[in-house]
């Protein structure tokens, strides 16, 4: 959706290399940088350096339990009396890269739920959970949950703005009374 929400002016999406965001305010050829990209090279995300340490550790240690409880043949896996340095390094590969992979799964679930509730509030879809896969219930029935409970009513989604003062765009779920 592009919206009238600047002085008048529709601002709009532009995806840059890389899929990145960037917003133009009407027929400007001035890009602002989207504000999540701006905090997100920014701030320090302190919390997810220990979280995916745990991950990785936690990935070998079922990759190693896996080995010894179950492992078969077990040739691949050691060299005379030790364990195999080849199979040693790749299952600290696949290690340091499972945080990735977690993460982008959670943000394909986020993806997805939010398109669908998106497409609730603006109408493309009942709002109800038919035909969602089980995956998608529980996000969809929490988000139909917590807006029963509210009084709000939703007058628009996904509204792009901009600020000329912070140099910055973004796009807000919704806008409600």
Do not use: C
């Amino acid at each position: 959706m592009t919206a009238p929400l600047l002085n008048g002016k529709q601002v709009s999406l532009v995806i840059g290399r890389g899929g990145s965001h960037w917003y133009r305010v009407g027929d400007s050829e001035a890009l602002y940088p989207s504000v999540t990209s701006v905090t997100g090279a920014v701030l320090a995300k302190e919390f997810l350096l220990p979280w995916a340490k745990k991950v990785a550790v936690e990935n070998m240690r079922k990759e190693l339990l896996e080995v010894i409880i179950d492992g078969d043949p077990w040739n691949q896996f050691f060299s005379g009396d030790r364990l195999n340095p080849v199979w040693i390094d790749k299952i600290v590969e696949q290690s340091k890269k499972r945080p990735q992979e977690i993460a982008e799964e959670a943000a394909d679930l986020g993806t997805r739920a939010h398109n669908i509730i998106d497409d609730m509030l603006q109408g493309r879809r009942e709002r109800t959970l038919d035909g969602l896969d089980e995956v998608m219930k529980k996000p969809v029935a929490g988000f139909l949950e917590w807006l029963a409970k509210t009084d709000l009513e939703i007058d628009l989604s996904e509204i792009r703005v901009a600020s000329h003062k912070l140099g910055v765009g973004g796009s807000m779920d919704a806008f409600a009374r």
